[in-house]
């Protein structure tokens, strides 16, 4: 298996699908490299692709707004994107793209050994949970996968859109302490 310095390098140095061509920064993710929960957006907006970092614009200012009502930081979790390079204008990345891309998250995820995921809007939860899944539906649901505990709540762009969707995003965040609690996570 590959360590943390060679998968982060391979990945900085990525060209398997177009969005090479026209990111500023691979953004491979950042948090406790040994957290017990892992959360999961789609892939970098401009804010990320400028700095190199997921969750740093508004939607990121959000998250950590979210963290905290958990009682959680970037420090305690890890946090990181389907797709690593932005999609133009912030479209959703395509299938060929995730496709490209997912082998790198799932490395994290063998290094990390989380207990938790989070997926955090509708992609994520289409490419970690379930092809079919329905977030608008399903989220806050929980669902344990090759030993991993996972939910997926309304990302925080979605949530900056659209501020009735906060109530359910709130009762997500709630379950998901509860979960850190029962699994005996680091908080």
């Known amino acids: 298996m590959l360590s943390w310095e060679e998968l982060e390098q391979s990945c900085q140095s990525c060209s398997r699908c177009e969005l090479c061509k026209t990111r500023t920064n691979v953004v491979f993710g950042v948090g406790n490299r040994t957290a017990d929960i892992l959360f999961v957006g789609e892939g970098p907006g401009e804010q ?8 740093v614009g508004p ?5 950590d ?3 905290s009502i958990i009682d959680l930081d970037r420090s305690i979790c890890y946090i990181g994107n389907i797709v690593k390079c932005r999609p133009p204008r912030n479209r959703d990345p395509q299938e060929e793209e995730q496709e490209a891309c997912i082998g790198y998250l799932q490395k994290q995820i063998q290094l990390i050994q989380p207990k938790i995921i989070v997926c955090l809007g509708r992609i994520a939860a289409l490419k970690l949970i379930r092809p079919d899944y329905r977030i608008t539906r399903e989220h806050g649901q929980w669902m344990e996968k090759d030993g991993i505990w996972m939910t997926a709540t309304y990302h925080p762009s979605a ?6 969707k906060r109530p359910e995003a709130f009762e997500d965040l709630l379950s998901i302490r509860e979960m850190m609690r029962k699994l005996k996570c680091n908080m």
């Open 48 to 55: 990320e692709d400028l700095k190199g970092e997921p969750f």
């Open 59 to 63: 939607a990121g200012k959000l998250l």
């Open 65 to 67: 707004d979210m963290l």
């Open 159 to 164: 949530l900056l859109r659209d501020v009735n």
